[in-house]
């Protein structure tokens, strides 16, 4: 467990040491009261050769201070030269303090590592906050293919970071199950239907849906029904063949998420909005006109390109502008049902309404004009008390060795995240989803996500941690008590003589490992989960130097048969490793091996 008598971290541990300088200097100046010590950020140092941990509080306390950023620099670092963490302090450029820790800093990180164990970088930074993310959120109308697998693995790793990072965290699937498109899948389900019971269909007509996955819908509705379900209108079948085409293309979608190990904890149906004993849309309508956020007019014709939504026409329109939007949007068709935007904003009153501040949804890149205006009606259902971020989730181009791979899930010509993780696995998924930033295009080439070399992230990640379990195996020919479980492993070597570790390379992993806590802290605040990705692949990177390095020079290697001690060490620095790999890897989903085959 975190020992929460301390700080949970150093750069934490340094950040307090910072803020107690600043209060004093307060104290003795005259500062104004109540001066907001929360801008002060601790950080690595864009470049190294700077030192270790750099800090703005002089930049950002300057004007309360009353005095140029570089006076006040030189005061805290005056006071900050006479801790007992600090080696050296710099002042560069306005009034940036650079610093540089004593070397035991670095054998302390470590033994923080073996000591927390599993624990090692959790947060209690989220302090409970409930957080609602909502992701994948496909159509209920057929499988899931490799465009709806990004958004899914980076909503689950995202879900997972937050909890780790100690925020309350629901995972949501929103059904979209009340539009036209669930009416052709019904529609295409029928065809199946009676192509199960007998009848040639021919070719599927133009704008249904032609893919095989619904012919074993066509089977059970045959089945079930038998021949009753073709004498009825489409008025009569309808309802009954959507209900039981969407649970079966949900059931096909929680398999598909299943082989990626992603569940979530709740499956909203949109039509629960308006079937229920209330009709939430409606509701949510009147309770905005009753703030005056919702009123009968014309929108004027659009400046620029067509606006999709855009109707001539007196009609219900919410009062977007008043909240950031570009223009008014309409809440009601001209057939007098609902717009999709409507119901969108009854669904995220209704997660407010479930307790939820802290919303989180991730959207494709077609998405990304619609984000103003659930900005916007989130403010006004919640005065403001609710923030959604939006995360834009950027296209797949699905390739192999280089070639691109069509998918059409219209044509019904597509590939399918479950031929994909099939294929190459959900490790090689999930990481490689996830090692580009979300809002990027992401090339995900089939052999490539599978080669065994350091070009490809996953493998090399994994392979860091199953050569750290390789070194213990051979280590214990030197050290015959080396326990193999990892936390009696972690508490053998927690008196290990780890300030013998002094080779820069040495040093610069064990820098890396202190690194970890902020990351995930810095990580769940921009909701950013690559950078877990890209931290396990420098770590993994600056291990694999250190092993290749100790085969040209035998006095770095990992195990010394004449020097038991620094054999110890060494495992020491090995085992806050391969801790922080698997710590990663699981924060991501993804199988950290004890050996690669």
């Known amino acids: ?16 040491r910072v803020h107690a300088v600043c209060g004093a200097l307060a104290k003795e100046g005259g500062w104004p009261a109540g001066i907001d010590l929360s801008r002060i950020v601790v950080e690595p140092p864009r470049d190294p050769s700077h030192g270790d941990m750099a800090t703005n509080a002089a930049m950002v306390l300057a004007k309360e201070a009353r005095t140029k950023p570089r006076d006040l620099a030189e005061a805290i670092a005056a006071r900050l030269r006479a801790d007992e963490l600090i080696a050296s302090v710099d002042i560069a450029g306005p009034g940036f303090i650079n610093l540089a820790l004593k070397a035991s800093v670095w054998s302390d990180a470590l033994r923080t590592v073996l000591r927390q164990g599993d624990a090692y970088g959790r947060s209690a930074v989220g302090a409970a906050e409930k957080v609602n993310v909502e992701y994948v959120s496909a159509n209920p109308t057929g499988p899931m293919h490799v465009g709806h697998c990004r958004g899914a693995v980076f909503g689950d790793a995202l879900a997972s970071l937050l909890s780790f990072a100690g925020y309350d965290v629901t995972r949501e699937y929103y059904i979209n199950d009340a539009g036209a498109q669930v009416d052709v899948l019904a529609r295409s389900a029928f065809l199946r239907y009676r192509e199960a019971l007998g009848e040639h269909i021919g070719e599927m007509p133009e704008g249904l849906y032609p893919g095989d996955y619904l012919k074993p819908v066509g089977k059970v509705l045959a089945g079930t029904f038998a021949g009753t379900l073709r004498d009825q209108s489409e008025s009569e ?7 039981v085409a969407v649970n079966a293309m949900m059931e096909m979608i929680r398999n598909d998420l299943a082989s990626l190990k992603i569940s979530q904890d709740c499956f909203f149906s949109e039509r629960s909005l308006i079937d229920g004993d209330i009709d939430q849309v409606a509701a949510t309508i009147d309770f905005l006109r009753a703030k005056g956020d919702v009123y009968e007019g014309r929108l004027p014709p659009p400046k620029g390109g067509p606006v999709e939504d855009y109707e001539d026409r007196e009609q219900t329109l919410f009062r ?112 490689m989803m996830l ?49 193999e479980d990892a936390e009696a492993r972690a508490a053998y070597l927690a008196d290990a003589a780890v300030e013998r570790l002094t ?43 250190l092993w290749t390095r100790g085969r040209d020079l035998p006095y770095l290697r990992f195990i010394i048969n004449n020097d038991a001690d620094m054999t110890k060490a060494r495992l020491a620095l090995v085992q806050g490793v391969v801790s922080v790999l698997a710590s990663g890897l699981a924060v991501l989903g993804v199988h950290a091996p004890d050996e690669m085959r």
Do not use: C
């Not at 490992?513 to 990177?541: G, K, N, Q, T």
């Open 320 to 431: 977007a502008t008043a909240y950031g939007d570009d223009v008014d949007r309409p809440l009601m068709k001209s057939d007098g049902s609902y717009t999709y935007f409507a119901s969108d904003i009854a669904y995220h009153k209704n997660k407010f309404d479930r307790g939820f501040r802290n919303l989180v949804d991730v959207w494709g890149a077609d998405h990304g004009g619609y984000i103003k205006r659930v900005q916007a009606a989130i403010k006004a259902v919640t005065s403001g008390k609710a923030t959604l971020d939006v995360k834009i989730v950027q296209l797949v181009k699905l390739l192999r060795n280089g070639e691109p791979v069509k998918m059409s899930k219209r044509s019904g010509d597509f590939v399918t995240l479950r031929e994909v993780v099939d294929e190459v696995g959900s490790d090689a998924v999930r990481f």
């Open 1 to 16: 467990m975190v020992d929460q008598a301390s700080p949970p971290h150093l750069f934490a541990d340094v950040l307090a």
């Open 237 to 243: 079948w309808l309802p009954v063949v959507r209900l």
């Open 503 to 545: 080779d820069p390379a040495e040093l610069d992993l064990l820098r890396r490992l202190a690194l970890y806590p902020r990351m995930i802290e810095a990580a769940a605040v921009a909701h950013e989960p690559h950078r877990i990705a890209f931290y396990l692949y420098d770590l993994a990177s600056e291990f694999h130097a």
């Open 435 to 483: 090692f580009r930033k979300n809002d990027a295009v992401l090339d995900f080439d089939l052999a490539k996500v599978i080669e065994q070399s350091k070009d490809n992230a996953v493998f090399y990640v994994q392979y860091g941690h199953a050569r750290g379990h390789s070194v213990f195996r051979n280590a214990r020919e030197v050290i015959p008590g080396l326990p």
